[in-house]
């Protein structure tokens, strides 16, 4: 049995305070990122470059992360990213093949433009977004993507937390 790459044994960890106010395209970026490492998993575990039991492990771990994700896109007006059998929902697909559609319709250039932009945390990144409405856009998951066999935590385990704010004492 060969090993599997160095991409899929170890999942990018993503700092849940800072998605609290990373731009929206960040948060597609890391979205799709998982999502591409999911594809990944599934299609080294079709290959039989991964046993059944190791594969439903490491989709486990990247499914946990793409539902903290789906969690954080509630700031951009996706409402229930989330539904209560652990899937993502409808919301949560239409939003990201939105921007998957727009990904792709970019040029490399554009692409490493964007790239930049983003690693710098330049503002100008916030002018790279999908026209349009995201709620007009299909709702079916990538192909390659589907749920491991478990369900997550519940979703207020799962969120990320936002920093308590300060209480001022009041006399």
């Known amino acids: 049995m060969s090993k599997p790459t160095a991409a899929i044994d170890k999942p990018k960890d993503f700092d849940t305070e800072f998605l609290f106010r990373a731009p929206e395209i960040y948060v597609f970026s890391a979205c799709s990122h998982v999502v591409d490492l999911v594809v990944a998993a599934r299609e080294a575990a079709g290959a039989g470059a991964e046993d059944a039991a190791a594969c439903d492990e490491r989709l486990r771990v990247l499914f946990s992360q793409l539902w903290g994700l789906a969690v954080a896109t509630q700031r951009f007006d996706i409402i229930l990213p989330l539904m209560s059998d652990g899937t993502l929902s409808p919301f949560f697909w239409r939003w990201f093949n939105w921007w998957q559609d727009y990904r792709k319709a970019l040029t490399p250039e554009e692409l490493d433009q964007v790239r930049g932009l983003l690693e710098n945390s330049d503002p100008g990144a916030l002018e790279f977004r999908p026209s349009g409405d995201w709620l007009t856009h299909r709702a079916t998951m990538p192909p390659g993507v589907k ?23 009041s006399n």
């Open 147 to 169: 749920l491991p066999p478990l369900h997550p935590p519940s979703t207020k385990a799962r969120a990320p937390q936002r920093p308590e704010p300060l209480k001022r004492w």
